[in-house]
């Protein structure tokens, strides 16, 4: 007997448990404030671990000084040629006529904007990399139909190409590249800190230099042992996925959202403590965000409000950049002291554990 099923067309919505955590304090040229954020996660530690970070934070006068270094969605597309003397005019052609592409976003998109293209030759293909602003969404699907629209005004205007793929990989969605980290896809924000001595010893147990010396050691070095790709940190990637489930994001965008790079300096005792984000993609409209608990989120937030266009993605990734700092520092100044670690893990996730066991 042969049973076939259908996929169920009912939504539901998955359950994973979450947590508000902080106030962390935060400055810097997008927000100035103190705020609670939601983490959505089945790592349990993962909610003081944050916490001790910000409360780190509290202790200090600036807080986390978040700077939003920059920020664009991009989408490639591929056109094939003769060969690559074809494929180099195309490409000079292209970037001869960036007004009309400009004119040609407008009509796709009423917030879409052409910030730049950037091209790469390769035998008789042609890889162009368009870059968007998208306004307060995360920009996926507003950069591929503005992408599509040019591709078709590109191939109707350019003598010598034709149609490759509306989507080429050197965006790159979703993927561990260097261009993104070297480019930028999403909002680039820089988290960093001034933690005094005192806080440091009392507070994460531990000293400005043995962070720093971690860091390179862990970070930098092991890093580049591995093989990584424009990445040096302990566990972006677990505080990002935590924010994005919790707010409406694209969760598979922690892929190149989790490359960033970690500092850390002994200053006299002190330490100074950074992280560096280049790929966060986060929105506060768009796919991801009709769900109640979502709306509920960003309201609470602070992303919801009567902003310029722009203005509550902007906060959104700078409260997504504090929150990896505090989760990040943590978990480096827990590392200096031996056992620190798993102690917290055995503490936090007994119960769970005892549960499987029996």
Not at 42 to 48: F, G, H, R, V
Not at 247 to 255: F, P, W
């Amino acid at each position: 007997m042969t049973i076939i099923t259908r996929p169920s067309t009912e939504l539901s919505t998955a359950a994973v448990p979450l947590r508000w955590v902080g106030p962390l304090r935060i400055s810097g040229n997008v927000a100035t404030t103190e705020i609670e954020v939601p983490l959505a996660t089945y790592e349990s530690p993962l909610w003081p671990s944050v916490g001790r970070g910000a409360k780190i934070s509290r202790l200090t006068e600036d807080g986390i000084r978040a700077t939003l270094v920059d920020e664009r969605m991009t989408r490639s597309v591929l056109v094939e040629a003769a060969d690559a003397g074809a494929a180099y005019d195309a490409a000079r052609a292209v970037h001869a006529t960036m007004d009309e592409l400009r004119a040609v976003t407008r009509r796709s998109s009423r917030f879409a904007e052409l910030l730049a293209v950037r091209h790469e030759v390769t035998g008789p293909l042609l890889f162009l990399r368009f870059e968007f602003s998208t306004g307060d969404a995360s920009g996926h699907n507003m950069a591929t139909l503005a992408a599509d629209a040019l591709l078709a005004h590109l191939l109707a205007t350019v003598p010598g190409i034709r149609y490759g793929s509306i989507s080429a990989n050197y965006c790159t969605d979703k993927k561990a590249t260097a261009i993104n980290g070297i480019l930028g896809r999403g909002k680039n924000v820089v988290a960093e800190i001034l933690v005094p001595e005192h806080v440091v010893v009392e507070r994460l147990h531990t000293t400005a230099a043995r962070i720093a010396a971690l860091n390179t050691n862990k970070n930098l070095v092991g890093t580049l042992l591995a093989g990584g790709i424009r990445s040096a940190n302990a566990h972006y990637a677990n505080m990002l996925l935590a924010f994005y489930l919790a707010t409406g994001q694209d969760a598979a965008n922690i892929v190149e959202g989790s490359q960033g790079i970690t500092l850390a300096e002994d200053r006299d005792g002190d330490l100074y403590f950074s992280c560096t984000l280049p790929n966060l993609i986060v929105g506060s409209v768009g796919n991801g965000k009709g769900l109640d608990f979502v709306d509920a989120h960003l309201h609470r937030l602070g992303c919801q409000e009567d902003r310029p266009v722009g203005d509550n993605a902007r906060r959104l990734a700078v409260l997504a950049a504090a929150t990896v700092l505090c989760g990040e520092l943590s978990l480096l100044a827990a590392q200096t002291n031996p056992g620190e670690l798993m102690k917290a893990h055995t503490r936090l996730e007994r119960h769970n554990g005892d549960a499987h066991a029996h």
